[in-house]
């Protein structure tokens, strides 16, 4: 049979299919809001005038689609370096280091003893210690000008999430600044600032506000490395982007999708075209703690996000991560789901497979609308350290998080393994020692992370 025996109907006779369809409900419940208020339809085609949107990754990583970077935590250098050189056999490309061994350099030069700087990179995070761990990284590169680091200096986001610094914060970010001015010299290939909007995510922050705070705190590093006297168009190119990826699949590529946008703009103001750098991280958030397998599903669904979105590196946790540091096993989980999904689902074959799609490419649109309109209020209260500083953004996101619980509690959104499909009889998993909460200062309102399926899990203890 010829694919011209089947009609297309017109938008009006799908209407009509539609109402018939829904009986005494009304069509306009097929619409749904979110916390952007933007609006997902029924129906995408010709008839929305979508323009098309195509926003691949710039370069492959290694030969690879994108950099398979695996996060380790904790303070024993000795089982941190088991761990990486594990990682690193086993298929993944990069490490993040973060937790104490990183601000100390003998102990991280015994946490990545094995490892070669110049092949593998490594990515240290350490919040208001960020210099103290450059430092550290530093000395174990010795100068190496083909090391590939990523000092991922992010004051900020340590900024945000403790509600002040434990000394005066314009000296903290001007020290990093000058430290990343150092390292830009000696390190051609490394990347000195990560401007992550995961912070603002964690604290429930809505998609368009997740960009806006990253793009405010690319925009804040790009200026104090320029004032500490690097070039515009080093500093540029020297900021990953972050941002958060969940278990809903569609909104997370096209948050990646338009991220890329919307630095393209920011770059340009700039004066100069640089393609962006995007880490993607999946969102802490979305995980429970009671019944954790079902983390596994949830993990995949952002991998495949940040993968299809045309994130250049993606950041999975270990599924148990809500209850305490992921062992070897849930290690090794968050290492192959990434692996399985580049070598067997072949994810990254196709350049930006979403560009095409009439609901994505309106998404990605639509998203990056709505984040830039969030970036201009936070830049035209002076930034976002001001914005912070004058609780400007906290109540914003304070409303983002209220309509997510909303929907859960009402039942509109749900989250397996929590609010529905519970299963009374969990199997038990290990995990290692607790996280210690974030440092609290009061100097503002913090922006505390939250975990959506913690008041239900407490609910039902």
Known sequence: ???????????LQWRDSAIKALKDRPIEGLVHLDADQLATKPLYGTANKVAPVFAPRPSD?????????????????AALNAAILTDLENGAASVLLSGAVVTDAASLAKALEGVALELAPVAVEAGFDGARAGEAL?????????????????????????????SDFAAILKDAATKAAGWANTYPE????????????????SMGQELAFALSSAVAYVKVMIEAG??????????????AVDQQYFDGLAKVRALRLLWANVSKAFGHEVQAQIEARSSRRMLSSRDPWPNMLRLTAAGFAGSVGGADIVVLDGFTRAAGLPDEFARRQARNT???????????????????SWYLDARTRELA?????????????GGIIDALEGQIIQPRIARAREFAEKAYANGAAQIVGVTKFVDPDVRPVAVGAEVADAPSYGAFEALKPVRIAAAFEEAGQ
Do not use: C
């Not at 490394?190 to 922050?205: M, Y």
């Not at 990434?338 to 095409?356: K, Y």
């Open 138 to 166: 530093d000395a174990v590169a010795k100068a190496s000008p083909r090391a590939k680091l990523a000092f991922h200096l992010d004051p900020i986001s340590a900024y945000a999430a403790a509600g002040g610094a434990p």
């Open 369 to 381: 609308e709505a984040a830039w309109t969030e970036f201009q209020a936070i830049e035209a209260e």
């Open 338 to 356: 990434q692996l399985i999904l580049m070598e067997e689902s072949n994810l990254g074959r196709v350049d930006d497979p979403a560009s095409g």
């Open 190 to 205: 490394a990347k000195l600032f990560l401007a992550s909007g995961k912070v603002a995510h964690e604290a429930g922050a």
């Open 1 to 11: 049979m010829s694919s011209s025996s089947f009609k297309t109907p017109t938008p």
């Open 230 to 243: 690097v070039s515009a168009d080093k500093a540029l190119s020297s900021v990953t982007l972050g941002v």
């Open 61 to 77: 990583s290694e030969g690879r689609a994108w950099d398979v970077r695996t996060l380790n935590e904790g303070t024993d250098a």
